[in-house]
């Protein structure tokens, strides 16, 4: 029998006590709803196509038993020894985004995933990640602040990914990114005049990009119809259309769940993975649509509450990196749902079908109860 020392198992047993169960308990809870919601959204295709109705569920539900598993070793791990691998962490996330373009699969025109069998992995999902623990390590040893060297360095470390996935073409999770570093680079005291410049500066770069062509076509056709929604044409726009009748048919209390025309029809398309939302307005209404984004709530202010509590800079930073995916995510999938933002294919965080995003997604909260676990207050 191995001896374990009883100061290692006392501390052991703190930490362990000390972890989030309301962060925890509300992104399960979000989780559970997910699987309720792409089984409503699938159900009825796959059986007109003769395919098993529980597919999706079933897959889901495996992308939530390994997202669970990744999330308990973090919060187990100590968050502080990431810094020892993060340059490992972001030159192998290069790797795999370059990798791609040579191994990786097709698929609706982009070339973003590694097919593993039954499954597909998304690296630029894990890029998120990754490059949060780098530009959190970057900050946390610049003990005397932020220059305007570094902010060249940290565009640089944080560019080349985000050039990387943007050519895959992944548009939404490079927007995610960009957000990403302006918000650590705020956190870490980044002077204003700085912050200010890289806004001015990613304004001018999409104007640029527009008017040269650099984007696909399908992308331009989407920004420009969120601007210009009455002159774009129907193609552009039907997915947002049928997405806000959804929404718009569920009233102030829904249809019910497993009721609805525009959900159990099938009129939304990619409703199990981007336009999540907007089974969830048809089928439990504005109302139940509200204590959903109540739960996120929940979850942006418990990781807000662990990056007040956390006990270095490091800590702080990761927490802020991990709530600007998670609001930034949200914001952007509900707002494109209803149609006040832009189609980027970004994932509602826990809701949307999908294996990399489910798996990261968990693996972020794993890291805030690691450092809120670790905080020592």
């Known amino acids: 029998m191995n001896y374990v020392p009883a100061h290692a198992d006392r501390r052991s047993r703190q930490i362990t006590a000390r972890f989030d169960v309301?962060?925890?308990?509300?992104?399960l809870l979000l989780a559970a709803t997910g699987v309720v919601m792409i089984y409503s959204a699938t159900r009825g295709k796959l059986a007109l196509a003769g395919v098993d109705p529980h597919y999706y569920l079933k897959r889901q539900a495996i992308f939530?038993?390994?997202g669970l598993v990744v999330m308990v070793v973090l919060a187990?791990?100590?968050y502080r020894r990431l810094e020892?691998?993060?340059t490992i962490l972001?030159?192998?996330t290069l790797l795999a985004l370059m990798g791609v373009y040579v191994l990786g699969s097709s698929a609706l025109g982009s070339q973003r995933w590694f097919s593993l069998g039954p499954?597909?992995?998304?690296p630029s999902e894990f890029a998120t990640l990754t490059i949060v623990v780098a530009m959190a390590t970057y900050c946390a040893r610049r003990r005397d602040g932020l220059a305007f060297r570094d902010l060249v360095r940290l565009l640089i470390l944080a560019g080349v990914p985000i050039l990387l996935i943007i050519k895959q073409p992944d548009l939404g999770t490079g927007i995610v990114l960009s957000v990403i570093l302006v918000v650590i680079l705020a956190v870490a005291g980044m002077p204003g005049r700085y912050l200010v410049m890289i806004i001015v500066g990613a304004v001018l770069i999409i104007i640029v990009a527009l008017n040269l062509g650099l984007l696909q076509h399908y992308q331009i056709a989407r920004l420009t119809s969120f601007i210009n929604p009455k002159g774009a044409s129907s193609a552009a726009t039907?997915?947002?259309?049928?997405?806000k009748d959804a929404i718009g048919a569920g009233g102030w209390l829904g249809k019910g769940l497993f009721r609805g025309a525009q959900t159990n029809l099938s009129y939304v398309p990619f409703q199990q993975t981007d336009f999540i939302f907007s089974a969830v307005g048809e089928q439990v209404g504005f109302v139940g649509s509200s204590l959903l984004l109540m739960l996120y709530g929940v979850v942006a202010w418990r990781i807000l509450r662990t990056a007040e509590l956390a006990r270095d800079t490091f800590g702080r930073l990761l927490c802020a990196g991990v709530f600007a995916l998670l609001v930034f995510s949200v914001f952007e999938n509900v707002g494109m749902n209803m149609g006040i933002m832009p189609v980027a294919g970004i994932p509602l965080p826990f809701l949307s079908y999908g294996g990399s995003a489910s798996v990261v997604f968990f693996a972020a909260v794993g890291l805030t109860v690691s450092v809120h676990a670790r905080s020592g207050r």
């Open 64 to 66: 939530i038993v390994i």
């Open 119 to 122: 499954f597909q992995v998304q």
């Open 22 to 27: 309301v962060l925890v308990g509300t992104a």
């Open 90 to 92: 972001y030159v192998g």
């Open 84 to 86: 020892q691998f993060s």
């Open 76 to 78: 187990l791990f100590d």
């Open 238 to 243: 039907y997915n947002v259309t049928q997405a």
